[in-house]
């Protein structure tokens, strides 16, 4: 662990490094010792379900339980690695603010339903590693006065100036808290008040939070993902965001997990502009092995929904595909709303406020944030990826080709896919859902009786079935082809502006990917020869233009016979 000593330096004092870092290393050790395998690496067959444990209900069965049932009959075959979005006990935001990291929710099972899953899949887990519970232990016996737990949070002046500080939602920075002692001290949350920051300039901290990783890689955890991890280190004065120390930590991470469970993933969730996003890949150093595509579920919607692929093509042309061991992780939907802030400086923002605008008339909500002047912005818009894409007065084929040309997009470029459950199962708005909890995010993130929504999907012609058969095909189709490897760059390719046009390479062969992004009949011109459209069977003979009506999308396999014959 040669690196161990440096990074903690970084952070602490030096009295204090020597046996933090004894502690560190005998704990890394034990699970070490465990000798836990892992796939060596990613390819194209590595797709990833971005679910809820509890997504899938059945009378008296643990959840767990009856999503196997589920996964198994209707799933496995598409998707390799399960994302369960945090599965611990909690006391709100769906799960994200844990209250015990080391147990199981009991209403969802236990970590034996865990070891179960894992006969199917192999497991991503959530690591909120920036905050927890107002109900938790730890902070209960932090405000106990408990001498373990007194440096745990960010206890702060509510005088002191922090207009600086990046906020992520238009709430205070500081919640007052009462102690058992009688007094009121003024605690860090960053998002709400049953979230609580956790204090990693505390050594203390950082030895927990590194016990909870290594337990997770013991249950089971081959991708971890790091929640809201940008807001980690604390510093009034400065944005708080993307500070130094969190890198540092993050590094530390990674450097722990390559050690104790090599071919483990860390991936960060930093819903920020891209160029904050690609920083936690590392600048040189080992950090990241993913991190979320964050702005391109914005860009393929503004795309469609203006029929002009024009900023998704210059976003792409200039997307660097890191070197080393190091990936983008793709996605349009996730239990979260489409992030905004990404393509901020991508997308002029009065573009953006207008697509606000247009799709609050269609019935979407938007979340805010607030700005350093006092101001707010719209922060994500939340509605599901199915109901973004179109109208409300739209023909459910209509509505079934945008969709499906949006993941044929996000199928086609570098990096590892994942699909939120909402979008396989071709949800809509759950309107229901927000009014019983009066949060946004609600919309995207319905639960379903296991027999109603197995109904469902065996209904011919309803949209539910329609769009799982479709996007069924398209994910097998991308995992049987070899030039969809993860790292096989890609070349963005002149076209008009309705459509995208990507081009993978890899020795003799090569795939165009052209996604018609517009309601309009467009043509292509190829170059000669003979292509395969890998997901219809046809044969397609060049060099005279394609057209491809609205929303059609082809992908075209070759063979580079110069290549071959070196």
């Known amino acids: 662990m040669t690196n161990l000593r440096k990074r903690l330096s970084r952070l602490y004092s030096e009295e204090v490094v020597d046996s933090l870092a004894a502690r560190i290393e005998a704990r890394v050790q034990q699970t070490q010792q465990r000798k836990l395998t892992r796939k060596d690496k990613w390819d194209e067959k590595d797709i990833v379900l971005i679910t809820y444990g509890d997504q899938f209900k059945e009378e008296s069965q643990k959840t767990l339980t009856t999503f196997k049932k589920m996964y198994d009959s209707y799933l496995k075959s598409t998707f390799e690695v399960v994302h369960f979005l945090p599965f611990y006990p909690y006391s709100s935001d769906d799960g994200f603010s844990v209250i015990d990291y080391k147990a199981v929710n009991p209403e969802l099972g236990d970590w034996a339903d865990i070891k179960e899953m894992e006969q199917s899949a192999r497991l991503m887990f959530d690591f909120v590693c920036n905050h927890m519970s107002a109900k938790s232990d730890w902070f209960k016996r932090y405000l106990a006065g408990d001498e373990e737990f007194q440096n745990f949070f960010v206890e702060m002046d509510p005088e002191t100036d922090l207009s600086s500080v990046t906020r992520p939602r238009a709430t205070p920075v500081l919640t007052p808290f009462k102690f058992e002692s009688g007094k009121v001290g003024h605690i860090w949350t960053t998002f709400s008040e049953d979230q609580i920051d956790l204090n990693?300039?505390?050594?203390?901290?950082?030895?927990?939070?590194?016990?909870?990783?290594?337990?997770?890689?013991?249950?089971?955890?081959?991708?971890?993902?790091?929640?809201?991890?940008?807001?980690?280190?604390?510093?009034?004065?400065?944005?708080?965001?993307?500070?130094?120390?969190?890198?540092?930590?993050?590094?530390?991470?990674?450097?722990l997990v390559d050690i104790a469970a090599p071919g483990t993933i860390i991936i960060t969730e930093t819903n920020v502009p891209h160029v904050d996003n690609i920083s936690y890949f590392g600048n040189g150093e080992k950090e990241a092995h993913m991190v979320y595509q964050f702005p391109l579920p914005p860009l393929v919607l503004h795309a469609i929904h203006h029929g002009n692929?024009?900023?998704?093509?210059?976003?792409?042309?200039?997307?660097?595909?890191?070197?080393?061991?190091?990936?983008?992780?793709?996605?349009?939907?996730?239990?979260?709303?489409?992030?905004?802030?990404?393509?901020?400086?991508?997308?002029?923002?009065?573009?953006?406020?207008?697509?606000?605008?247009?799709?609050?008339?269609?019935?979407?909500?938007?979340?805010?944030?607030?700005?350093?002047?006092?101001?707010?912005?719209?922060?994500?818009?939340?509605v599901t990826y199915m109901d973004a894409l179109s109208k409300q007065a739209d023909t459910d084929d209509l509505?079934?080709?945008r969709f499906l040309v949006a993941h044929a997009v996000l199928m086609s470029i570098p990096g590892v896919p994942a699909v939120y459950v909402q979008s396989i199962l071709g949800s809509r708005n759950d309107y229901l859902g927000v009014e019983a909890t009066s949060h946004n995010r609600s919309i995207n993130r319905k639960k379903y009786d296991l027999a109603e929504i197995t109904a469902e999907l065996e209904q011919a012609g309803?949209?539910?079935?329609?769009?799982?058969?479709?996007?069924?095909?398209?994910?097998?189709?991308?995992?049987?082809?070899?030039?969809?490897?993860?790292?096989?760059?890609?070349?963005?390719?002149?076209?008009?502006?309705?459509?995208?046009?990507?081009?993978?390479?890899?020795?003799?062969?090569?795939?165009?990917?052209?996604?018609?992004?517009?309601?309009?009949?467009?043509?292509?011109?190829?170059?000669?020869?003979?292509?395969?459209?890998?997901?219809?069977?046809?044969?397609?003979?060049g060099s005279d233009s394609i057209k491809l009506s609205g929303y059609e999308f082809c992908w075209l396999k070759t063979k580079n016979y110069r290549e071959e014959q070196k």
């Open 200 to 255: 990693f300039a505390c050594p203390e901290v950082l030895y927990k939070m590194i016990d909870v990783l290594m337990f997770y890689l013991e249950e089971g955890a081959e991708y971890v993902r790091l929640d809201a991890v940008g807001f980690m280190w604390k510093v009034p004065g400065t944005s708080s965001i993307h500070l130094e120390e969190t890198h540092e930590i993050v590094k530390l991470f990674r450097d």
């Open 309 to 382: 692929a024009a900023f998704l093509r210059n976003w792409a042309k200039h997307l660097e595909l890191p070197a080393g061991k190091r990936t983008f992780f793709n996605f349009l939907a996730s239990h979260d709303g489409i992030g905004l802030n990404p393509v901020r400086g991508i997308i002029p923002e009065a573009e953006i406020l207008a697509l606000v605008d247009d799709l609050e008339k269609e019935g979407a909500l938007v979340s805010y944030k607030q700005n350093p002047d006092g101001s707010k912005s719209p922060y994500e818009i939340n």
């Open 399 to 401: 509505r079934l080709a």
């Open 462 to 541: 309803s949209l539910r079935k329609e769009t799982y058969d479709a996007l069924t095909k398209l994910i097998s189709t991308r995992k049987t082809e070899s030039l969809f490897h993860p790292e096989i760059p890609m070349e963005v390719l002149e076209s008009t502006a309705e459509l995208f046009v990507v081009k993978r390479v890899s020795g003799a062969e090569s795939i165009i990917l052209i996604h018609n992004l517009s309601e309009k009949e467009v043509s292509y011109s190829l170059d000669s020869g003979v292509y395969t459209n890998l997901y219809t069977g046809s044969t397609v003979t």
